[in-house]
């Protein structure tokens, strides 16, 4: 029944993501408000096509968020879904192959059915979507198991401070029994996991300052401190000789895997040569000691994801800046906290600045690293809905990527969360070329029903 309606159903499946992917809905971006309005109409719109009912567009303090649920009887659980609907910018737009907003696709080594390429697509218009099509699947075949409430949110790429105020403020509302989230990816197409830990994540701006003004390099270099090349000396310090961080009590509140724990860790199914082949790279990078899955996943990081200052146009001017910025994002492991993790960098980044120049730090935003349990009906639910349509057990596995509303659900709402993602590493998220496999796409329509099942069947305690 599941299949038959997906094969029916295939091509509009398809059409409407497609549509949906055309809007451009970066969030980051002020001259796209009116793009945010208009694709949580979208939502909102498909939502109630779909049979959710209280269906809304809720205003907040910057984007919207769309709320819609379906409550066929009380006494049954709840499954809260999670999403959002707002896309990191296209730059730079030169890198592209095609188009970013206009759905293209093209067959790939991993993807020989075809995979979406545009902005969203995987990061999380397509696996978002993936459930209202399910849940219409459900509701048009009368299968709904259990109640389902949707809260798609348009401001995860830029640090969700305003769904955390709605959930405080909707806690009765989005009362459920679990979370379910599809933002994450799979170790490969022909080895399904679920992903078990989150790390967390410290994200800043900083901002060094030298002369009032631009000066002239030839008349005043060599006599007055470069904040560009400041910068990049405190930045290179922060690393030492084995890619250990530097800053004071970084590593204070890092949870230690056990021997056993990195040795099953190790056991996922990865190949570091063809890891390095598919990054087009030579040799791999991280601190010492740990294998490339522990570093992705269980080690906390310091990456530096923009620098920028002085003269970057076509042709030369020979400047002398007077500031130089970079945005610096820190990934944290279970009992780091983003906010103290803030305050060290901070005090670390302005203790190792000369008098030359004046440093400042702007917390942008962060979240809490989080692990989920293995044994909790959720995490059964799902795994037994990925072994029905993958026919192979899925693999627990901890990303490295960062989800902070994870941590706020269980924080405000006491609910934990299961992490069902149905991309892949490699479908470019944040980088031009993003893609989505439509295998991909139409296997996490098929799963999802499954999962619902299996919930339902193994959680009978009463929660709406």
Same mark, same amino acid.
């Given at each position: 029944?599941?299949?038959?309606?997906?094969?029916?159903?295939?091509?509009?499946?398809?059409?409407?993501?497609?549509?949906?992917?055309?809007?451009?809905?970066?969030?980051?971006?002020?001259?796209?408000?009116?793009?945010?309005?208009?694709?949580?109409?979208?939502? @909102?719109?498909?939502?109630?096509?779909?049979?959710?009912?209280?269906?809304?567009?809720?205003?907040?303090?910057?984007?919207?968020?769309?709320?819609?649920?379906?409550?066929?009887?009380?006494?049954?659980?709840?499954?809260?879904?999670?999403?959002?609907?707002?896309?990191?910018?296209?730059?730079?737009?030169?890198?592209?192959?095609?188009?970013?907003?206009?759905?293209?696709?093209?067959?790939?080594?991993?993807?020989?059915?075809?995979?979406?390429?545009?902005?969203?697509?995987?990061?999380?218009?397509?696996?978002?979507?993936?459930?209202?099509?399910?849940?219409?699947?459900?509701?048009?075949?009368?299968?709904?198991?259990?109640?389902?409430?949707?809260?798609?949110?348009?401001?995860?790429?830029?640090?969700?401070?305003?769904?955390?105020?709605?959930?405080?403020?909707?806690?009765?509302?989005? @009362?459920?029994?679990?979370?379910?989230?599809?933002?994450?990816?799979?170790?490969?197409?022909?080895?399904?996991?679920?992903?078990?830990?989150?790390?967390?994540?410290?994200?800043?701006?900083?901002?060094?300052?030298?002369?009032?003004?631009?000066?002239?390099?030839?008349?005043?270099?060599?006599?007055?401190?470069?904040?560009?090349?400041?910068?990049?000396?405190?930045?290179?310090?922060?690393?030492?000789?084995?890619?250990?961080?530097?800053?004071?009590?970084?590593?204070?509140?890092?949870?230690?895997?056990?021997?056993?724990?990195?040795?099953?860790?190790?056991?996922?199914?990865?190949?570091?040569?063809?890891?390095?082949?598919?990054?087009?790279?030579?040799?791999?990078?991280?601190?010492?000691?740990?294998?490339?899955?522990?570093?992705?996943?269980?080690?906390?990081?310091?990456?530096?994801?923009?620098?920028?200052?002085?003269?970057?146009?076509?042709?030369? @001017?020979?400047?002398?800046?007077?500031?130089?910025?970079?945005?610096?994002?820190?990934?944290?492991?279970?009992?780091?906290?983003?906010?103290?993790?803030?305050?060290?960098?901070?005090?670390?980044?302005?203790?190792?600045?000369?008098?030359?120049?004046?440093?400042?730090? @702007?917390?942008?935003?962060?979240?809490?690293?989080?692990?989920?349990?293995?044994?909790?009906?959720?995490?059964?639910?799902?795994?037994?809905?990925?072994?029905?349509?993958?026919?192979?057990?899925?693999?627990?596995?901890?990303?490295?990527?960062?989800?902070?509303?994870?941590?706020?659900?269980?924080?405000?709402?006491?609910?934990?969360?299961?992490?069902?993602?149905?991309?892949?590493?490699?479908?470019?998220?944040?980088?031009?070329?993003?893609?989505?496999?439509?295998?991909?796409?139409?296997?996490?329509?098929?799963?999802?029903?499954?999962?619902?099942?299996?919930?339902?069947?193994?959680?009978?305690?009463?929660?709406?």
């Amino acid at each position: 029944m599941i299949k038959e309606y997906i094969e029916q159903n295939r091509q509009r499946f398809l059409d409407e993501l497609f549509e949906l992917l055309r809007i451009p809905s970066i969030s980051a971006d002020p001259e796209n408000k009116n793009d945010m309005i208009k694709c949580a109409e979208f939502v @909102k719109s498909k939502m109630i096509a779909a049979g959710a009912d209280k269906v809304e567009v809720c205003q907040t303090a910057g984007h919207p968020i769309v709320y819609g649920e379906k409550i066929i009887d009380k006494k049954l659980p709840t499954v809260l879904v999670y999403g959002h609907y707002d896309v990191q910018p296209v730059v730079p737009l030169e890198l592209w192959d095609s188009p970013p907003f206009e759905p293209t696709v093209k067959k790939t080594n991993l993807h020989p059915d075809g995979a979406i390429f545009a902005r969203g697509s995987s990061d999380d218009k397509g696996q978002f979507y993936m459930h209202l099509k399910a849940f219409e699947l459900m509701m048009k075949t009368n299968s709904l198991p259990c109640n389902v409430k949707f809260m798609i949110e348009g401001e995860e790429e830029v640090g969700s401070e305003n769904l955390g105020k709605f959930i405080v403020s909707n806690k009765e509302r989005l @009362k459920a029994s679990v979370v379910v989230i599809s933002d994450t990816s799979m170790i490969a197409n022909d080895i399904p996991s679920i992903d078990v830990g989150l790390r967390g994540l410290s994200y800043v701006e900083v901002e060094v300052t030298g002369p009032k003004i631009d000066l002239h390099s030839g008349v005043y270099g060599g006599a007055i401190a470069n904040p560009i090349t400041i910068l990049a000396k405190m930045i290179a310090s922060i690393h030492d000789s084995t890619n250990h961080i530097t800053i004071p009590g970084f590593y204070e509140d890092v949870m230690n895997l056990s021997n056993d724990e990195r040795t099953e860790l190790n056991k996922a199914p990865f190949n570091l040569d063809e890891y390095k082949k598919d990054l087009a790279v030579d040799e791999v990078w991280g601190e010492k000691g740990y294998t490339t899955l522990e570093r992705t996943g269980i080690r906390p990081t310091f990456e530096l994801n923009g620098i920028w200052g002085g003269y970057t146009g076509e042709g030369s @001017k020979t400047v002398l800046p007077a500031k130089a910025f970079a945005k610096i994002s820190m990934r944290l492991v279970p009992n780091q906290s983003s906010k103290k993790m803030t305050e060290l960098f901070t005090k670390y980044f302005e203790s190792i600045a000369p008098k030359s120049v004046k440093v400042k730090v @702007k917390d942008l935003h962060g979240g809490e690293p989080v692990v989920t349990p293995t044994d909790s009906p959720a995490y059964i639910a799902a795994a037994k809905a990925i072994e029905t349509t993958f026919g192979k057990k899925a693999v627990p596995t901890r990303s490295g990527g960062s989800i902070p509303i994870v941590a706020l659900f269980e924080k405000e709402l006491g609910l934990k969360s299961v992490l069902m993602g149905f991309g892949l590493d490699s479908d470019g998220l944040h980088s031009p070329n993003e893609h989505y496999g439509i295998f991909n796409y139409l296997k996490g329509i098929e799963t999802i029903p499954h999962f619902f099942k299996n919930y339902a069947e193994m959680q009978t305690q009463p929660s709406v």
